[in-house]
């Protein structure tokens, strides 16, 4: 298995074919136009591929600076904006994405993506199209918004800032969705259900509450603060910090 972090360049948009064939073995009603202008946004790129050279998981990942004018006007952050991640099914548990990506925030953290994030606040960025995405939020994360609990309130005028500085008028602060009204591509039917076991959780049910329509292709959007006073004990280890 050959696992990398790197910058996006000409070799890895050589390998487009390869992530988009994995990409729709996931989603339906993917436009191939719309995935290659998802990932010529990004930046960076998680890869995990078999030895034979077979794509079994990507993620993207776009590190920007902005104006977030929170809490005063003019304030910027540094944001990590996560893209198109897909994990082939039977990789679930190996953390093929988790640990290279627990790596690149603590490069990040540490200063080690350029001077213009330095001593500026650091947000992670997700959109969720399922449940398995958003509990990445409360897995790693004391804080977070939304949740069930009220603790990361304070986080939702910089999603709001953020979410329409990328989306416009398709995001909605009021729910905290980004919808393409059933025009976004989204989780085939099988990977979009879940199971009886798992709906009882209080996170997993009010991630369906929130996100109703997620089996169109709506997405949560979801902020937390990447900082270690923010990261839970469990999650210390799982990311290497």
């Known amino acids: 298995m050959r696992i990398c972090v790197s910058r996006i360049g000409l070799a890895d948009e050589a390998q487009e074919e390869a992530r988009y064939r994995l990409h729709a073995s996931h989603f339906s009603n993917l436009r191939r136009e719309k995935f290659s202008a998802d990932f010529r946004d990004k930046d960076w790129l998680i890869s995990a591929r078999e030895d034979s050279g077979d794509y079994v998981a990507f ?4 590190y920007y600076i902005s104006t977030i004018d929170y809490p005063f006007p003019g304030d910027r952050a540094a ?3 996560s893209g198109d991640t897909v994990v082939r099914p039977d990789y679930w548990s190996a953390n093929l994405v988790a640990r290279p990506f627990a790596a690149f ?10 001077e213009s994030g330095a001593g500026l606040p650091l947000y992670w960025f997700l959109l969720s199209k399922g449940y398995r995405t958003f509990m990445f939020m409360p897995a790693f994360f004391k804080s977070y918004y939304p949740g069930p609990d009220a603790d990361g309130q304070g986080l939702k005028p910089v999603l709001d800032r953020l979410a329409r500085e990328r989306y416009g008028d398709l995001y909605d602060p009021a729910g905290g969705i980004m919808s393409c009204g059933g025009q976004a591509d989204a989780l085939r039917p099988d990977l979009a259900e879940v199971p009886e076991s798992r709906r009882g959780g209080r996170h997993v049910a009010f991630f369906l509450e929130r996100n109703p329509d997620y089996r169109r292709g709506d ?6 603060r990447v900082e270690r006073p923010n990261i839970k004990p469990a999650g210390l280890g799982i990311l290497d910090f």
């Open 59 to 62: 993620s993207t990942i776009k």
């Open 79 to 81: 944001v990590i904006f």
């Open 105 to 114: 925030l603590k490069r990040a953290m540490d200063g080690g993506l350029g």
């Open 219 to 224: 997405e949560l959007c979801c902020l937390t």
